[in-house]
């Protein structure tokens, strides 16, 4: 069985012309002499490195379709018909008390100095790609209202138009970065927080010196890496004097703008965008655990660490060398995920899957906890857009996963609700949303709801914020739904006897039992009573 199908997706534009392709390869059965298009062999012969990336870059987001054997579809939910775990102390379980709405979605993270948040997701890097700069006021306020953690990504001081930097090349000004903060910090209440990472050109610049200064930030994150690719980050511009200028602060850009037959072809129209890449980092105890302190000299109160799907070695260092140095958070991200732009190949072909990466995170943790060392939280990440799921990986995971980190799962819904807002404005409402009604008040459910709580303070509240609202007010019913049919009415009391397997393979890779052994002890003795 072939588990993904190269040379044509609709990510990068390109078709394969026969319905008959060749698995290992993507060609068609039968390529003609003459094939007017469009699969990416054919396209690459005259776009060339174009053809990597999903596009048009700023206005898509991607998610790989790699069909891994084993993902969270391989394991169903128990459901039970006694008990009730988690109740408020006190209170007696019985059908008046174990109803689901009373069950307890909030979580929190961090090693001594802790943040809540109301339900068990947050966003992910939302960096210097475009569709996180154009929707940063939709995402910003939405995460602030809903009461979660919105992670600022890397790069965006060194992308920022407006920054000015020091006579020893560090910002000394950065407008963007400015702007992101105090949209957030606009509708912040006390549950969760704003923390921007640093990659290696983001420490360059002294991007964690400028917004400790400037505004006081109390987290950090640290980058290793992402699940949707190995190296660092990238974006497009369509401007040579933009790419010249990205070129002068430090980052590589490709094609090189500064040689001349780059800037002739640019002229031409043939070179229609330069490509912005971080570099990689190299990673060791020591420089890791000086970097932690180095943070906290700052004054950042929590320092927490974003790392990708690379091999179980790096996944091992991460949460050792996070263990010793205390970090407040260890994000885990597995392959495939999705992104505003990241080498289409590589984020099919690259990495430890996620259902993969948490099993040998749990497998990891457990094996510090046997001596006595305590471990970060962690949340996981790559793939998630849905409660089910996010219900398994906590209880996959548990006790150590706090959280899910969800990318493409909260950028649609801020998406959505902007593009209402236009749609109500222009008064062209497409069908699929003018059947609900024709005013946002009649469009939201959860408008009225939020205008309550924000009386003065409503029309401060763009449409997209209210579309992010809205999905984690299902999300969050959703969730207490799951949990109190596993009688578990708060999240520190999910465990991993919460979920079967439902193949062996997925019990093989996780250790979860698989379901026609699960409670099969505690069944028989019944049986045998």
Not at 24 to 44: H, P
Not at 148 to 171: A, F, K
Not at 489 to 505: K, N, Q, V, Y
Request: proline share 4%.
């Amino acid at each position: 069985m072939n588990l993904r199908r190269p040379n044509a997706n609709e990510a990068t534009g390109t078709s394969n012309r026969s319905r008959d392709v060749v698995p290992m390869s993507g060609i068609c059965t039968r390529c003609v002499d003459g094939c007017k298009g469009a699969c990416e062999i054919w396209l690459s012969s005259f776009r060339g490195r174009e053809v990597l990336y999903p596009g048009p870059f700023g206005e898509i987001t991607a998610g790989a379709d790699k069909n891994y054997p084993v993902d969270y579809s391989h394991l169903n939910i128990q459901g039970y018909a006694v008990g009730a775990k988690g109740l408020p102390e006190g209170a007696e379980a019985g059908p008046d008390t174990a109803v689901f709405y009373a069950a307890d979605t909030r979580t929190e993270y961090g090693w001594s100095a802790k943040v809540p948040m109301r339900i068990p997701i947050f966003t992910g890097a939302l960096g210097s790609t475009e569709s996180a700069r154009a929707n940063w006021e939709q995402f910003a306020i939405g995460a602030a209202i809903s009461g979660i953690t919105l992670v600022c990504g890397e790069n965006v001081c060194g992308v920022d138009p407006g920054l000015v930097l020091d006579h020893t090349g560090r910002v000394a000004r950065s407008p963007e970065m400015d702007r992101r903060i105090e949209i957030y910090r606009k509708f912040r209440d006390r549950y969760g927080e704003l923390l921007v990472q640093l990659n290696v050109e983001d420490t360059r610049l002294g991007t964690a010196e400028y917004v400790s200064a400037k505004h006081n930030l109390d987290t950090i994150e640290l980058k290793w890496g992402q699940g949707a690719k190995c190296i660092g980050g990238e974006i497009k511009v369509d401007s040579l004097a933009q790419a010249n200028q990205l070129k002068s602060r430090g980052y590589i850009v490709l094609p090189d703008p500064g040689i001349r037959e780059v800037q002739k072809a640019f002229e031409d129209g043939a070179l229609r965008e330069f490509e912005r890449h971080s570099r990689v980092g190299f990673i060791t105890r020591e420089g890791f655990l000086d970097e932690v302190d180095r943070l906290r000299d700052i004054g950042f109160k929590r320092v927490t660490l974003k790392t990708g799907a690379y091999s179980a070695v790096e996944l091992a260092m991460a949460i050792r060398y996070g263990a010793e140095a205390k970090i407040d958070l260890l994000t885990i991200d597995g392959a495939p995920g999705g992104t505003g732009m990241s080498p289409w190949p590589m984020m099919n072909e690259w990495g430890i899957p996620t259902f993969y990466i948490e099993s040998l995170a749990y497998q990891f943790c457990e094996r510090l906890r046997e001596r006595g060392i305590r471990v970060p939280d962690i949340a996981v990440a790559g793939g998630f857009a849905d409660e089910a799921n996010v219900f398994k990986a906590l209880a996959m995971g548990s006790p150590y996963v706090r959280a899910v980190c969800m990318g493409r799962g909260l950028m649609i819904p801020g998406m959505v609700g902007k593009n209402i807002g236009k749609w109500l404005d222009a008064g062209e409402l497409p069908k699929t949303v003018s059947k609900y009604g024709r005013t946002k008040e009649e469009i939201f459910v959860c408008y009225e709801e939020l205008r309550e709580k924000y009386s003065d303070r409503i029309d401060e509240i763009p449409l997209g914020a209210v579309g992010i609202y809205t999905y984690t007010q299902k999300f969050r019913t959703g969730l207490q739904q799951i949990m109190a049919g596993t009688r578990n009415f708060s999240l520190r009391t999910i465990a991993r006897s919460d979920l079967m397997a439902l193949t062996e393979e997925a019990e093989a890779v996780s250790g979860i039992p698989y379901v026609m052994r699960a409670y099969r002890d505690a069944a028989e003795a019944i049986l045998d009573s």
